[in-house]
Each structure stands twice: as C-alpha cells, then as structure tokens.
C-alpha cells in the first residue's frame, strides 16, 4: 500500500503540483484538495497517512506570510490536525506553509496552540531572495532526515521575503537541547554561516532553516526540497558528469523518501 | 454641441452627431477624451447620418475610443505609408512584412500566429507552447509598481485566453540612468531610480505571488528612456494541443469571470496611444489598474480545469478596452454579434454603463460557454472562490446590443466597430550625421576590462533577479543566473512535461543603442542576437515575437525609422528562416525631453530535444581549448566601449546572415555530438566581456592570444577585444573531441581561431597582437567589478 498523503491549498499556493511530483517520486499517492474542502468536511483528513502544506502565497500574504490560512485552519480544523499530529503522522510544511505551521502554534508545539512562540520575519536584506543554499541537516530525526548522514551537507533554494527564524533565547535553548533544529544555514565548506549572507540568505537566529516539533513528525522548512528533487533541477548540473554524482535524485528528495518510508514502517 | 439626456437612472448622454460640424466632432472628442481623429469621427458621423439615422450614446461614442484606439487596432502597422511626396512606401506592414514573413518560413509546427491572444507553437506530439509579450510603458510611467505587475497580469491572461498554463515570465526593461540628475526631469516626470525599484518590485509581485516563474530578460539604461521608461512583460504558457479550438456559437452564453469592474483601467486603451506630458498623472491616473495577482491564480485554476472538462467553447481576456474590445472581438470571431446585460456586471462600485462597458479592470476573463455547461462552470468558479456573471450571450444578428436598465444603449453592427477608416501616414527617414572618432589605443587594458565590467548595461543583474522567483514550479533547467557564482546565462530553458526530458529554449535580443545609427541595422542585430543566445545552451526550431516601442508616428522621421526596423525584421526573419509567431507595437512614447530611444525587443523560443544535453556558458575544465566562431569587423558604433569613451560613432554591426546561419548550425551539430563544454555569445562589450562572464561564471582563468582572433580590418587591440560584430561565439571545446570539432569546422566553412585555453589558475592573461601582456587579473577582481556595478 502506498502512503497515502494530503496537499492542502488555498488561493494563492503555488507550489502544489512539484511538492506533489516529489511525494509520488518518492512512492507516495498524492491528492491536493483545497482546504474549503476539508472544512465543509467533504473530505475526512484522518483517512490520510501524512499531510504537507506547501509554499506559495497564501491569500497574497497579507497581514503576515501564512497568517491567513493559519487562522481559517486553527478557527475550523485545529482539532482534527492537532488529533492527526497526535497520532505520530508526519505533518509537512514548505516555505508558506512553514509560516503556517508557526502561525496555528503546531510549530514549536512546546506552548498553547494557536499563540504564536516563535516567528519568521522579513528578511534582513529587505528583499525577497530568490537563492540556492548550503544545508546542514540533523540526522537524529528519523521521521524526515533519516536518509542524511552526519557529515552530509546539501543544497537547496530558498525563495521567500519572510524568512528570518526568530525566537527567544530560552527557546533556542530548548532546541538545541532536544535537537529540533534540523537544518542550519552553512558556508559551501560546511562550517555554520553565522548570520552571514547571502550564505544565512535571511538573517534567522543560529542559521536555522528547518525545525521540528518535540515528537519529531511536525516538520517546517524554508527551503524548497521539491526543487532539489531531480539533478537536472540544480543551478550547476551542466558543470558536473552524473558519473561523479553520488545519488540520482537531488538532496531535496531524501526528505520525501524518509517520510514515506516513515509512513510506511510506522503508520500503515 | 446638440445633445440630449435620459435619466434611466443614471443620466446617459445621446449626441446629434449627424448634425455635428467638424469642429464639433473635434470638441466631442477632447470632451469627452476619445482620442479619435477628424477622420475616424467623420466616418462615425457618416454612418450615423446614413445607416443609423439617429443620435449617438455616450456609450457608443467610447466603444468607438477603445475599439479604434491605436493600442487595439494597430492602425500604423496596419495603415499606408507614403513618403513626403505622397508615394506609397509600404501598405499594411503587419500582412505585408511581419505575416508574410512567417509564410514565407511556412513552417508546420506553427500551431497559430499574430491572431490569438498568443502565438502557439508545438512543442511535442501532445502539447503546444503558447507566447506572448506586451508593452506596458505608458502606465508604468504614472506608477511604475502598479504599472508593471499590471502588465504582467495582463499578459498572464493572453496566455490563459488560449487555454494554456502558464509556466513562466520574462520581462525586459528600459529606464534612464540610475544617477540621471534630478533636476534635469521634466516636470510632472519621475527618476529612474524611483521607476526602477517599482517596476522591479511590480514585476516580482505578480510573479511570485502567482507561482509563475520569472526566467529571463533583460535590463538597458540609456538618457533615451528618461522621459519613456519601458516595460515589457512576457508570459510563456503549456497547453495540450487538443485543448486549442474555438467552437462558440449563436446562443453560447458570455460568461465574466474574476475581478469585481471598478472604474480603474478606463480609458487605457487610448491613454496608451497619446504621448506622455506634464499633467498625464493627473489626467491619466484612472487609466492605471490595480493588480491583484492572487485573484489571477484562482482564475488560472478555474480556466485550466474548465479546459479540462470542455465545458467552454471559446475564451479571451479583457485587456485594453475591457469588455467592449473582448466582446465585439468575439462577435466577430463567429461572424455574428452579441446582446449584454450590463446591470449582470459584477461591480466593485457604482459605475455609469459606459464606464462598465471599457473599465480595463484586472484579472477577469470572458468565456463563451454553452448554455448546457453554464452551471457546471459556475460551479467551478465557486469552488475557486471566484465570482462570475452571466451577462449575455453571442447572437447570430450581427449587431453588438447593449442594454443597461432594460434601454438598449448599443446598437451598432459588428463590422463596422472593428473597421476604422484605413490610416494614411508619412514616414521620411533621416540618416543620422555620425562621424567614426579617432583616438588613440589606450594603455590600461585591465582598468578598461574592469570598468565595462562594472558599467549599467553589462553588470549583472543579480540584484534584480533573485527578487524574482526564477524557480518555482520547479521546472527552470538552465536558469538566468549560473551556479553558484550567478553567471549570466544566454538563455533559459524550461522541462515543461515532467515525463519528457525535452525542453523549451527563451532568449532576447535588445540592441537599441544601435538605433542612433541606423534601425534596419539595430533590427537585424536584434533578431540576430535572439537567435544566437538560444543556440547558445542548445535551442533550435526557433520561432520569434517582435515588440516596437517607438515615438510618435505621426511625424514622419519616427515612423520612417520604424518603417526600417520592420523591414529588417520581414528581411533577416525570412534570411533565417525563422517566423514570427507574435508581436505588439507600442507607438507615441514621446516625452518633452523626445522620442524614446527606438527599442525592438526580439523574443526567441527554441526547443532543446534533450534537457541533459544544454550546455551552458561556465568554464568547465582546465586545459580545454578555446574556440571563437566568427569574424570580428571594425564595429565599434553604438558598442559599449564607444559608450565608455563617450561616442556614438558610425560603425554600426551589420549582420551576414548566410554566414551567421551556417555558423549556428554548426554549433548545434557540435553540441549534438558533445564537442562544447561551454558556448557563450559575444555582444554587449564583445570578446572582452564575453571571455571575462565565462571566467567569472567558473572556477577557472584563460589563457587569451588576440593575434589568433579570426578578423578583418582590424589591427588594433581594443578592436578585437571590444567590437561588437554580430555572428560571434566564444567555445570551450572538449580536448578530446578537438580533431573532431575542427574537421566539422572546416566542413561548414566557418571562421575559427583557437584563441586560447582554459586555465586552471583563475587569472584572465590576454595577450596582445605584438605578444605583450594586455590584461592579467585575477578572475575574482573581474567577478567583484562585474557583480557590484548595479544596486536595486
């Protein structure tokens, strides 16, 4: 049996058809159903194995990125997504729906829904930044990272004007303890960017790019994974032979394998 | 002025045009500013006095202003051209040089062109790709954000109206100089640097927003855009072929879709084709719409699923000249007319019925649906939150009736609204007096090399680009910026079909500096700098658009330099063999300070059988040889270094189309047979440039020896490294393949020179024709010159 995940949108997601074409690469059976949907309840979200909310720019992110859709969703369905995390099903969010995520409280997840904890600010250059970034991810999570090793660091684009990961310092803490920060901002050799641009493309606190929740299957992200899912989708691929390529599939993909096969081994 | 009012409510006017005396049909006209001339209002009054036999409502009067309007029916393009002595020159240039051109090519995969809302080509056995790419100079001048996301909105819609899926942007622009003096704008005008940062930011707004990538382009600065700043908004969109048919009927019902009609965008259609002056702001403001790109993307849903399920038998979007223009087109198309209902409109505010029937309110589409299929597509709508009227329907009576309140407003025949009286111009050109200065050779070639680098038509366009979201929909291969250093790519290519590994190939040319000198020449480089940057990653079976932008044509030196330009257009399309699927003119961009700089943008779309196999411009290993294709000509006129320099000069770059031809199919053959590592082309600062982008773009230096530069004419130095003569490619050839790659040069008969290698140091060492050092740098110091020379 396939996993069987859900793609919600509303006017405005714009990233809906490639995440989808990423999930299915990775052996998933995608639908992507507007969120009226969900709330007139003519669709029942626990039927699905996963749930991703992907980028774009939901209801033209007025008032905030994100701030819109989070509200419909925490007004008319919160109980059904907070009872679908509860469950140990991953949730996905990409760029908007990251804000998203950070909106309705899902993300940390460590206070009150519904009352934000951290945000994702405007850039620090003022500009939505349209770049291809060095990734480092954390391994110990097995739920979206588990394809990633130590050492590896990968690439992916970033494409947003409210970006900048901001938090308190207590907070921070708690991350770092519980090792919830699963992607960092890096230099191309490796080393942290410490806030330095464009290599830190948005100034986020601790270079972070990617979190999770405490339980590890609530997963928000920045970067663009479904644009790193194919080779030829990389800024530079005419410069290398596929010969000298270690994976077949972009670095972006591993995170759509890991939760199917999370879903698969978990889940189903 | 002899005129009556009925009050149904509101108060709408009815004119005695019969009645009317010349001078009155010229008041009526400012009055009630339809920007129609003596001519056209005289044949409306003939046809009142005649046909009619009765007064002319407000309403039909504004039709007249929009459907006549230079901006709808290209009256110069279409128009008989005599010179001074009152000979004809040329009678309809748009059947006569830009169709027939596309005949002559008469080409199959030609799926429609210069009739739809967009050229369609095939792209495989199963779809077709849709291009369009219009002006919005006029709007952008008032508010340059507002000005630019509107016309990329609307250009988005030409390619919805063909039932396509839009999968990507280009935009080109033009603008004064950021550091233009402040107190040398005309009154009532704005700076170049307030433009640029809002069209920019327009631009990225309704592209990001929307989720449509925006790839390519290009930006100029010249004194000749201060007062006319240019904006070119091109779209790009997929469809399957099956999907594209037109099968409306008498009786389909008209269904409006998207955006509330609100008195934004009125009168457009005509502002658009009047020069701009002091108080165009204040008069001109309401022609300026508003753009809401989420609103465009549930349309874009709604359409493409309506296309899916069939349920519509024709579709167009309301451009200039809002529903008037769309629906008398329509009517039109089936040979018959239409009934509408304007009290149906969905409304944003109270409007008089003629200020429904021409506002040019964004992010609506008119669908012709019918009556069978009406709910379903209503339901639709509603699931994407969109709002719909059904507010009329086609009739086969071929008359266009207009009802408002139950009275009937409008009731002319549809013919005689989309035939205003043939247009008669003088056009005269003037060859410009220019003299080739004489200057001694310079001595610091590596401060030179550094400040084109940096200089505004050469920087890189980072800055501007990564505020573009040149990747969403996840399908741009070949993107404008290169690797991680941001190399200038020649063009972008596209993977539109996620089962097929074919691509679409997009470039421009724009060499309007050209124009001082000589605009058939300006042309022909255009087109040919187009076709060079798409060949340069791989694109062949290439189709091109072509956007005037000019000053006034009703004085005859703009007109006779434009009657030039498209008949190096007709000339160098049919030479290369490659047609002419779409354009637009923009006419009358005069501003105190003159004409705008004469621009034509040619947009090429290429096809790339393969996407694994582009090639891009980046240095890929050290020891490679290095190739230039072509011959250098002493043509420094109009070239960047001149403009360093502070000349114009007279040498303008000519084109030899047999053997730019053979050159381009050379290249492509070689690239099939994976001889190229990397191709870039030589233009904007010629040889010098073009090696230093593809240093910077890499990791790697170059080795470069001038006297092994393949010439005529030329013994100097700065010539080679800086003459701008068309037909020219720069190569990384594969040491491996290098026999190979020079048996297929001899069999083509190309010009070659082995000019030097690829160095693994990261230095830029050019030496000279006496076998001096010119230039040795690092390849960082160029990559800074070249990366810091333009800040949004």
């Keep these: 049996m396939k996993p069987k995940i859900l793609i919600i949108r509303v006017a405005g997601t714009n990233c809906d058809s490639e995440t989808a074409r990423a999930l299915e690469e990775a052996g998933a059976s995608v639908q992507i159903v507007h969120t009226k949907r969900l709330i007139d309840r003519l669709l029942d979200l626990s039927s699905f194995h996963g749930l991703v909310i992907p980028g774009g720019f939901s209801y033209g992110d007025y008032v905030r990125a994100g701030a819109i859709w989070a509200s419909k969703l925490y007004s008319k369905l919160m109980d059904e997504i907070v009872s679908f995390a509860d469950s140990g099903k991953p949730i996905l969010g990409i760029c908007n729906g990251f804000q998203v995520l950070v909106e309705i409280g899902l993300l940390p997840g460590l206070g009150e829904f519904g009352l934000r904890s951290i945000s994702l600010a405007p850039n620090d250059s003022g500009k939505f930044e349209c770049r291809w970034v060095y990734l480092k991810p954390n391994g110990s999570n097995r739920v979206f990272m588990k394809y990633y090793t130590p050492d590896r660091i990968i690439r992916m684009p970033v494409a947003h004007s409210e970006g900048k990961f901001i938090a308190s310092n207590y907070i921070l803490k708690v991350f770092e303890e519980r090792k919830l920060i699963l992607l960092r901002y890096v230099m191309p050799n490796g080393s942290p960017a410490g806030g330095v641009y464009p290599f830190n493309p948005n100034g986020s606190y601790m270079d972070i790019a990617g979190i999770c929740n405490v339980d590890g299957n609530v997963m928000g992200l920045m970067p663009h994974p479904e644009r790193a899912t194919y080779l030829w989708q990389y800024p530079d691929f005419t410069s290398k032979i596929y010969g000298e390529l270690e994976y077949a599939y972009g670095d972006g993909y591993w995170i759509f394998k890991s939760m199917c096969d999370y879903i698969i081994e978990e889940i189903i | ?792």
């Design chain 2, 1 to 792: 002025m002899r005129y009556e009012v009925i009050n149904i409510p509101p108060e709408v006017y009815i004119f005695h045009i019969s009645e009317f005396s010349d001078e009155e049909l010229i008041d009526l006209s400012r009055s009630l500013r339809l920007n129609l001339n003596l001519v056209e209002l005289r044949s409306i009054r003939e046809y009142f006095r005649t046909k009619l036999n009765r007064g002319i409502f407000d309403l039909e009067l504004h039709s007249f202003s929009q459907l006549w309007s230079e901006h709808c029916r290209h009256k110069v393009f279409r128009g008989l051209i005599v010179d001074e002595n009152g000979e004809p020159i040329i009678d309809d240039m748009l059947k006569n040089y830009i169709a027939k051109a596309t005949e002559k090519c008469n080409k199959p995969w030609i799926v429609s062109f210069l009739k739809d809302n967009a050229g369609i080509i095939e792209f495989d056995d199963t779809y077709s790709i849709a291009v369009k790419v219009e002006t919005h100079n006029h709007p952008s001048a008032i508010d340059p954000f507002g000005g630019a996301a509107t016309g990329v909105g609307g250009v988005i819609r030409d390619i919805l109206g063909v039932w396509a899926s839009p999968i990507a942007c280009i935009d080109v622009l033009c603008f004064g100089p950021l550091d233009y003096p402040m107190d040398a704008i005309p009154r009532g005008f704005k700076h170049p640097k307030y433009l640029f940062r809002g069209v920019v930011k327009g631009i990225g707004f309704y592209g990001n927003n929307m989720g449509i990538p925006t790839v390519a382009g290009a930006i100029c600065f010249d004194e000749g855009y201060v007062g006319n700043v240019v904006v070119y908004a091109g779209c790009i969109g997929i469809l399957p072929t099956s999907s594209y048919k037109f099968s409306s009927k008498p009786g389909d019902k008209l269904i409006l879709m998207g955006n509330s009609t609100g008195r934004d965008g009125i009168h457009g259609a005509s502002f658009a084709s009047s020069d701009l002056k002091e108080d165009s702001e204040r008069i001109s403001r309401s022609a300026v719409q508003i753009p809401d790109p989420v609103e465009e993307e549930k349309l874009r849903r709604a359409i493409i699923r309506i296309r899916d399920e069939g349920l519509a038998s024709g579709i167009t979007d309301l451009g200039g000249g809002g529903l008037a223009v769309a629906v008398v087109e329509m009517a039109d198309r089936i040979g018959g007319g239409a009934r509408v209902f304007l009290d149906e409109v969905h409304l944003r505010e109270s409007m008089l019925p003629w200020e429904i029937w021409i506002s040019e309110s964004q992010e609506r589409m008119l669908l012709m649906v019918p009556s069978e299929n009406v709910d379903r597509v209503l339901e639709i709508a509603e699931e994407e939150d969109l709002k719909t009227s059904v507010i009329g329907e086609l009739t086969e009576n071929p008359f266009i009736d207009v009802y408002y309140h139950g009275t009937l407003l409008c009731h002319i025949e549809t013919s005689f609204l989309l035939r205003p009286p043939k247009a008669r111009y003088v056009a005269k050109w003037y060859a410009p007096k220019l003299h080739e200065p004489f200057f001694d050779e310079p001595m610091d070639y590596g401060d030179l090399l550094c400040k084109l680098l940096s200089s505004p038509n050469i920087c890189s366009r980072e800055e501007v680009i990564r505020t573009y979201d040149h990747e969403v929909q996840g399908n741009t291969v070949i993107k404008p910026l290169h690797g991680d250093y941001g190399g200038p790519s020649d063009a972008v290519v596209l993977k539109p079909v996620s089962n097929s590994w074919r691509g679409v190939v997009i470039s421009v040319g724009v060499k309007p500096w050209y124009s001082r000198i000589d605009p058939y020449w300006m042309a022909a480089s255009s087109i040919e700098e187009a076709l060079r940057n798409n060949v340069c990653v791989g694109g062949r079976r290439i189709a091109i658009l072509d956007n005037f932008t000019w000053g006034n044509p009703e004085k005859p030196d703009r007109l006779g330099s434009l009657v030039r330009a498209v008949k190096a257009c007709y000339d160098f399309a049919v030479g290369f063999d490659v047609p002419f699927i779409s354009g637009k003119d923009s006419l009358y961009n005069e501003s105190p300070l003159g004409p705008v700089l004469e621009t034509l943008l040619i947009t090429a779309v290429g096809i790339l059988p393969d996407i694994r196999r582009a090639v891009t411009l980046d240095f890929k290993y050290a020891g490679n040889p290095i190739y230039l294709i072509g011959l250098t000509l002493p043509e420094l006129g109009g070239s960047q270094y001149y403009r360093l320099m502070g000349y114009i000069g007279s040498s303008v770059p000519k084109v030899d189309v047999k053997s730019s031809k053979r050159i381009m199919e050379l290249i492509i053959e070689a690239m099939d047979r994976g001889y190229i590592k990397a191709c870039h082309d030589i233009s904007d600062g010629g040889l010098g440039v073009a090696i230093s982008e593809m240093a910077i773009s890499s990791n790697f230096g170059a080795e470069i020896y001038l006297d092994r530069v393949p010439r005529v004419d030329v013994n100097r130095n700065d010539v080679i490294l800086f003459s701008e003569s068309n037909g020219r490619f720069l190569l990384e050839i594969d040491k491996k393949f290098e026999d190979e790659f020079c048996e297929l040069v001899n069999s083509y008969g190309c010009n070659a020179g082995r000019i030097g290698f690829v160095s693994k140091n990261s230095r830029m060492v050019i030496h000279g024709l006496n076998g001096n050092v010119l230039i040795d740098l690092e390849v960082e110091l160029l990559r800074k010159c070249w990366k810091g020379g333009l800040k949004l």
